[in-house]
């Protein structure tokens, strides 16, 4: 039905107009539509229909018959717009109407119809939506809605506008509502459109990524799309700002590429270096750096290969081509072309951000600044110009002399340029003046003429001239102002003055300088000099002639004389009579009757005549056989006898300075001579002998090692410093230890060399098969088996203990007390106290003594109790082996509470003094008990021990080379070593073996431990090896007794590259250092370093820390007295400089000469361990002694020296010198965001947690 088709009704004398129907509103023609059968035409007349219609019909009806008002016949008449758009049986709503309605429903503003012509002409409508924000009044206003123009050319045009606008009502309402089925309150026409047609147009604009342009709300698609597109935006911006600073931060790779750090870095503090700074820097590298140390020549294939990619990263190929023939590899050319390139010619990625190489800020003397810039335009750098200009005195002209003879090579000369009214020089400028016209300038008694070549970029090239004081016998100064790479001008002028100086001298020159330059300077562009040869142009050293160091400065190495095996000399006679008449005396008789009583003494024949027949000789032997104190005697005595003592020199080496000391006792005693004559040792730190005096020399394994290490450097050096020994003897080389298995290796090379070096084994084990194979292959072996001399042993084992001992418990009254370092001092516990017994659970049978895995300590103080009162008034001590130090103390405090005891501790933690008390008599009346780790199991022997107690533990180092782990772990001992603890109980008599654990414990332990080799890591073995010469080091340890895995090679040598010892597969300097200091790998870097840098003795005593452990104590029940303490000293700059600050007082009032007693005291106050102290100075004085051997330090260095220790207060530095010395092994530590809470004192920044704390190391980046 059509909305109001009558008008509306009313009074006839009603005037009011009627309101518009919405049926005339959407463009409806109403003047034709009929209602009811009148064939009575209008009332008033036929007038015709209202004009606003518009209607083509209505038009129609005008004419001239019609002005007439005669009666016509009824014309056609044109369809209305209801039947032009749906048809004339159509009575819904049209799409304009439809259309209107929606936009009124959803508060939109009134639709706005456009209109447009297609390419045929027809008509094409669109719709313009509109929304008013209620409460802005602010109005949004969408692109027009209308088909695509395709659509539009090809299906969609129409033939009217009416009909144009209805279609697009139509479109507009399904881009808006074909969510709805409103298709059917449409004409079918505009139905079929809405299935067909506009369903593909959907269709195709979803495909196309514009799914968005039907939404039912597309104001809300607008703002939803315009927020994406703003956030897209945003981070597009954000993308591309932080790919700006990614290549500003960006580093070029060694193969040329781009290398974006790591994000970690970017919280990195930057340090940048001042102008002063900088330059300094420079300079030092410049003049003392080493390029090329081995001497490396390039192949043609590889120089070619480094000069393309020096080229992709950015430099010239004639400087890529010069850096070849000086340097070994492309990362070195790298490092060189960066050092001696100007500013101006270095690519952009290898300045600071931001930098204008060239560019200065205006000095303060604006005056110097002028004359700074006209002489640094020849080329020469501004700071050089400025140091010159300041050595003479302001004299620009003086300074540009200076300046040219270091271009040249000269030494500087007193005479410089002002030749006044030189009539030759007046003369010239004349004639020049002549010739160039308006290209000759003159300025005071200088001239600047500008050539007629251009440079590359076509910018103007002059030439300033100043004369000399004996011009034309001599030289003026000139300087070519151009545009052009710095390094180019001084090239193009260094060519000239060299030209010069064989051409022109004595005549007038300029002409001739300038024709010369307008020929040649092409060509230099093209080909400047070598940058070496501007060197003396671009330094400021004051000694021009003063080159860097070409090379590595050797020592020259002084080896021992070779022996000459001359029988008889007056040295060996005397020697052989005074050993004669020694042997009659009572002292001499007494101690071969003490010698006689051994078993080795039975072999002694068969001793001698092994070593005399065979180049190796293997002396198998039990425990207190002999053999350590009595074969080399034998061979001594031989040779004696022979009339060849004053050749024999014989080595014993030892793997513990226990061991050492306590058998140069024993012989020296035996020999009724003192130590440090006949007889004598050298231990790491100390020695006892006299050159040509001592026959006998007991030495540490590591000492020996030291000397063929320090002997040169090649295989044949190691031979020489082997010249002067006769007889080289390795004891208990069953052991296996890693220097041991090191010295037979370089011993079988040295045997093959020299045929009258001996080699003696020792071994306490009867395994000698293994030795005898390895050595068989390069010289003669013979073997010696020495039965050992040991009264019976009974066993006891755990389950027999259990019935042996009490369940009561010790009282341990300072349990949580700090000993210090009574500990390490013996103490006696006297009959005034009584055990303390407290009833206690009964232990399960595992626990007793010991349970598979920790040491029962009680168990052990019972047993040293059971053996006290078992032996009653009788003699003898007791020894109780452990795997540690720390298992040592708590043994020593256990027994304190055992009476009549005189307990000493063992192990080679301690000094020398300390480890000699157990070999002394206790005390009267109380009974010597010795904790002892594996160090007292052979080479050693405590004569009056009748009881052992063994725990079974012993500590061993192991490494795994996959994960490159090291690890101390407390394991069973293996059987070969438990035996040897056994027999020590039976040197002097009968005794016994107390074995915490049982027999079938022991039955599972391994027969002997693997050999050290393959346990440890061998980056200091690989550096030791490197250090003699060796070039192939995986093969040479391949030669061992026991290869090493070849992983466990490869990740020593990999870390010695890493560390800055090795480089190429050849030695560093650094890495010669480090390789003869006997001291970990990391630790010798700091003392080398420390040396170099000014802070020896900072750095001797952190290296001292780090070799033994802190001084600081922290008892269980003052942690927090203890940690207060510890950071007074700390300063926050780390553990390492807190131990470091802590010994510094320490030796302070040490030097003071404070009592004792009261450094003891203050120890205790501040919970530091008097005794570590003591022992970290020790090793302070034997590191520095290290240095001093090895040439490192002068040998009359005084402590506390000022050159050496001249920034020895500078935490900072030090800081960075610990890091440098432990790189690789640094992580870097990121911590998160700081989060802030509210606090009464304000914000207070919260801890972070710990799984928010992240580390990232160098080798794989987390």
Same mark, same amino acid.
């Given at each position: 039905m059509v909305n109001k088709p009558h008008a509306p009704r009313g009074p006839k004398g009603n005037n009011k107009k009627p309101g518009g129907t919405a049926a005339a509103a959407n463009g409806e023609d109403t003047s034709y539509i009929v209602f009811g059968k009148d064939d009575k035409g209008n009332k008033k007349g036929n007038k015709s229909a209202p004009i606003e219609n518009n209607s083509e019909a209505a038009k129609g009806g005008k004419g001239k018959d019609a002005a007439k008002g005669a009666p016509q016949p009824e014309a056609e008449k044109k369809p209305d717009t209801r039947t032009l758009i749906a048809g004339s049986s159509w009575t819904g709503k049209l799409p304009m109407t439809l259309f209107n309605e929606h936009c009124q429903k959803q508060r939109w503003e009134k639709p706005e119809y456009t209109m447009h012509r297609t390419r045929s002409g027809k008509f094409a409508g669109g719709v313009i939506l509109r929304q008013k924000n209620q409460k802005t009044q602010e109005v949004t206003q969408l692109p027009e809605i209308s088909p695509p123009r395709e659509y539009n050319n090809e299906k969609g045009g129409q033939e009217s506008a009416v009909e144009a606008r209805h279609f697009a009502a139509t479109y507009a309402l399904f881009r808006v509502g074909n969510a709805k089925n409103l298709s059917m309150a449409l004409p079918p026409q505009y139905r079929d459109l809405w299935k067909g047609d506009f369903q593909d147009l959907k269709k195709e604009a979803v495909t196309n990524g514009q799914g968005y342009l039907y939404e039912a709300d597309p104001f809300l698609a607008l703002k939803q799309r315009d927020e994406a597109r703003a956030a897209k935006d945003k981070e597009r911006a954000e993308v591309a700002k932080k790919k700006q600073q990614a290549e500003k931060q960006?580093?070029?790779?060694?193969? /040329?590429?781009?290398?974006?750090?790591?994000?970690?870095?970017?919280?990195?503090?930057?340090?940048?270096?001042?102008?002063?700074?900088?330059?300094? @820097?420079?300079?030092?590298?410049?003049?003392?750096?080493?390029?090329?140390?081995?001497?490396?020549?390039?192949?043609?294939?590889?120089?070619?290969?480094?000069?393309?990619r020096l080229a992709l990263v950015g430099f010239r190929p004639s400087h890529a081509e010069e850096a070849t023939t000086i340097c070994a590899d492309f990362e070195e050319c790298l490092e060189w072309l960066l050092i001696h390139l100007p500013e101006d010619d270095v690519p952009k990625w290898a300045l600071p951000e931001n930098y204008l190489a060239g560019v200065a800020l205006v000095a303060s003397d604006v005056q110097k600044d002028s004359k700074v810039k006209r002489l640094s335009e020849a080329g020469y750098s501004r700071d050089f110009c400025s140091d010159m200009l300041d050595s003479s005195k302001g004299d620009e002209d003086k300074a540009a002399f200076v300046l040219q003879r270091r271009l040249l090579g000269e030494e500087p000369v007193d005479s410089h340029g002002n030749p006044g009214c030189s009539e030759t020089w007046e003369e010239e400028q004349a004639t020049l003046e002549a010739i160039y016209g308006e290209r000759y300038q003159r300025k005071d008694r200088n001239c600047i003429i500008q050539l007629e070549l251009q440079t590359p970029s076509h910018e103007p090239i002059g030439l300033r001239v100043r004369p000399s004081l004996d011009y034309p016998n001599e030289l003026p100064a000139i300087a070519v102002e151009a545009p052009l790479p710095a390094y180019i001008k001084l090239s193009i002028l260094r060519q000239c003055l060299l030209h010069a100086q064989q051409q022109f001298l004595g005549e007038m020159m300029l002409f001739n300088i300038l024709d010369w330059l307008e020929q040649e300077i092409p060509r230099i562009i093209e080909e400047p000099d070598r940058l070496q040869n501007l060197a003396g142009a671009t330094a400021t050293s004051n000694d021009p002639s003063k080159g860097g160091p070409s090379g590595p400065r050797k020592k020259p190495r002084s080896h021992p004389r070779p022996i000459i095996w001359t029988k008889d000399t007056p040295a060996s006679q005397r020697m052989q009579s005074?050993?004669?008449?020694?042997?009659?005396?009572?002292?001499?008789?007494?101690?071969?009757?003490?010698?006689?009583?051994?078993?080795?003494?039975?072999?002694?024949?068969?001793?001698?005549?092994?070593?005399?027949?065979?180049?190796?000789?293997?002396?198998? =032997?039990?425990?207190?056989?002999?053999?350590?104190?009595?074969?080399?005697?034998?061979?001594?005595?031989?040779?004696?006898?022979?009339?060849?003592?004053?050749?024999?020199?014989?080595?014993?080496?030892?793997?513990?300075?226990?061991?050492?000391?306590?058998?140069?006792?024993?012989?020296?005693?035996?020999?009724?001579?003192?130590?440090?004559?006949?007889?004598?040792?050298?231990?790491?730190?100390?020695?006892?002998?006299?050159? =040509?005096?001592?026959?006998?020399?007991?030495?540490?394994?590591?000492?020996?090692?030291?000397?063929?290490?320090?002997?040169?450097?090649?295989?044949?050096?190691?031979?020489?410093?082997?010249?002067?020994?006769?007889?080289?003897?390795?004891?208990?080389?069953?052991?296996?230890?890693?220097?041991?298995?090191?010295?037979?290796?370089?011993?079988?090379?040295?045997?093959?060399?020299?045929?009258?070096?001996?080699?003696?084994?020792?071994?306490?084990?009867?395994? !000698?098969? &293994?030795?005898?194979?390895?050595?068989?292959?390069?010289?003669? &072996?013979?073997? @010696?088996?020495?039965?050992?001399?040991?009264?019976?042993?009974?066993?006891?084992?755990?389950?027999?203990?259990?019935?042996?001992?009490?369940?009561?418990?010790?009282?341990?009254?300072?349990?949580?007390?700090?000993?210090?370092?009574?500990?390490?001092?013996?103490?006696?516990?006297?009959?005034?106290?009584?055990?303390?017994?407290?009833?206690?659970?009964?232990?399960?049978? =595992?626990?007793?003594?010991?349970? /598979?895995?920790?040491?029962?300590?009680?168990?052990? !103080?019972?047993?040293?109790?059971?053996?006290?009162?078992?032996? /009653?008034?009788?003699?003898?001590g007791i020894l109780i082996f452990l795997p540690g130090t720390m298992e040592i103390d708590r043994t020593l405090r256990s027994l304190m509470h055992v009476p009549n005891l005189?307990?000493?501790?063992?192990?080679?933690?301690?000094?020398?003094?300390?480890?000699?008390?157990?070999?002394?008599?206790?005390?009267?009346?109380?009974?010597? &008990?010795?904790?002892?780790?594996?160090?007292?199991?052979?080479?050693?022997?405590?004569?009056?021990?009748?009881?052992?107690?063994?725990?079974?533990?012993?500590?061993?180092?192991?490494?795994?080379?996959?994960?490159?782990?090291?690890?101390?772990?407390?394991?069973?001992?293996?059987?070969?070593a438990c035996k040897q603890r056994r027999g020590r109980a039976g040197r002097v008599r009968a005794g016994k073996a107390y074995k915490l654990y049982t027999k079938k414990q022991e039955a599972q332990m391994l027969e002997r431990p693997d050999p050290e080799i393959r346990r440890v890591p061998l980056e200091q073995l690989c550096l030791s090896v490197k250090a003699m010469g060796v070039i192939d080091v995986p093969a040479f340890l391949a030669s061992a007794l026991t290869p090493p895995e070849s992983l466990s090679v490869t990740g020593a040598l990999t870390l010695l590259e890493r560390v800055g010892a090795l480089e190429k597969n050849e030695l560093t300097a650094l890495g010669r250092h480090m390789s003869m200091i006997p001291a970990d790998l990391r630790v010798g870097k700091l003392m080398v370093l420390g040396a170099a840098f000014g802070c020896l003795d900072a750095c001797l005593t952190v290296a001292a820390t780090l070799t033994v452990k802190s001084p600081f104590v922290s008892p269980q029940a003052k942690r927090e007295e203890a940690k207060a303490a510890k950071s007074a000293f700390g300063r926050g700059h780390g553990d390492l400089l807190c131990d470091l600050h802590a010994y510094e007082e320490w030796s302070r009032r040490r030097t003071k000469g404070e009592p004792t007693s009261l450094l003891r005291k203050w120890c205790d106050a501040n919970f530091l361990n008097h005794q570590t102290l003591l022992d970290i100075s020790s090793n302070r004085n034997q590191y520095a002694s290290s240095l001093q051997e090895i040439g490192f330090l002068p040998a009359g260095h005084m402590a506390h020296a000022e050159a050496p220790n001249r920034h020895n207060d500078s935490d900072a530095l030090l800081r960075a010198l610990i890091a440098g010395a432990f790189q690789p092994q640094l992580a870097r530590i990121e911590f998160p965001e700081k989060k802030f809470v509210a606090s009464a004192a304000g914000s207070v920044a919260q801890d972070p947690e710990a799984h928010t704390i992240k580390y990232f190391n160098e080798e794989n980046g987390r």
């Open positions: 960006s580093t070029v790779t060694l193969d /040329g590429q781009i290398r974006r750090p790591d994000k970690g870095w970017g919280k990195s503090p930057r340090v940048e270096m001042g102008v002063k700074t900088r330059r300094d @820097v420079e300079n030092m590298i410049r003049g003392g750096a080493v390029w090329n140390v081995h001497d490396i020549h390039m192949s043609e294939e590889d120089r070619k290969d480094t000069v393309k005074e050993w004669l008449s020694k042997q009659d005396t009572p002292d001499q008789q007494r101690m071969m009757q003490a010698r006689q009583g051994l078993p080795a003494w039975r072999l002694r024949d068969a001793v001698v005549s092994s070593v005399r027949a065979s180049q190796v000789a293997i002396i198998s =032997g039990e425990t207190g056989s002999g053999k350590s104190t009595q074969s080399v005697q034998f061979v001594l005595d031989d040779l004696i006898k022979q009339g060849f003592a004053e050749q024999a020199n014989i080595i014993c080496t030892q793997p513990r300075r226990i061991s050492a000391l306590g058998l140069a006792d024993r012989v020296a005693d035996e020999r009724c001579g003192k130590v440090g004559d006949e007889v004598g040792y050298t231990i790491r730190g100390e020695s006892k002998q006299k050159p =040509g005096l001592t026959r006998i020399t007991f030495v540490t394994t590591g000492v020996l090692l030291r000397r063929l290490q320090t002997s040169g450097g090649s295989a044949d050096d190691v031979v020489r410093s082997l010249a002067d020994v006769s007889h080289v003897v390795i004891d208990e080389v069953h052991e296996r230890s890693l220097d041991t298995d090191f010295l037979l290796v370089l011993l079988r090379d040295v045997l093959a060399k020299r045929k009258d070096l001996k080699l003696i084994l020792m071994s306490a084990t009867l395994d !000698a098969d &293994v030795f005898e194979s390895y050595f068989s292959r390069v010289s003669s &072996v013979g073997r @010696v088996e020495i039965e050992g001399r040991t009264h019976p042993v009974q066993d006891i084992y755990l389950d027999e203990i259990r019935q042996l001992v009490s369940y009561g418990s010790f009282e341990d009254e300072d349990a949580d007390s700090d000993l210090g370092d009574d500990l390490a001092d013996d103490f006696s516990v006297a009959g005034g106290r009584k055990l303390q017994q407290k009833p206690k659970p009964q232990k399960q049978y =595992g626990q007793i003594g010991h349970d /598979g895995h920790n040491i029962d300590y009680e168990m052990i !103080a019972r047993v040293v109790q059971h053996i006290d009162s078992e032996l /009653g008034r009788a003699d003898g005189h307990a000493l501790p063992l192990h080679a933690g301690l000094q020398s003094v300390e480890q000699k008390r157990v070999f002394t008599r206790p005390p009267k009346g109380l009974r010597k &008990v010795v904790c002892a780790t594996n160090v007292a199991e052979t080479s050693i022997t405590i004569d009056d021990i009748v009881a052992v107690v063994d725990t079974g533990r012993v500590k061993e180092t192991s490494f795994d080379p996959t994960n490159n782990m090291v690890r101390l772990t407390e394991m069973w001992a293996s059987r070969a």
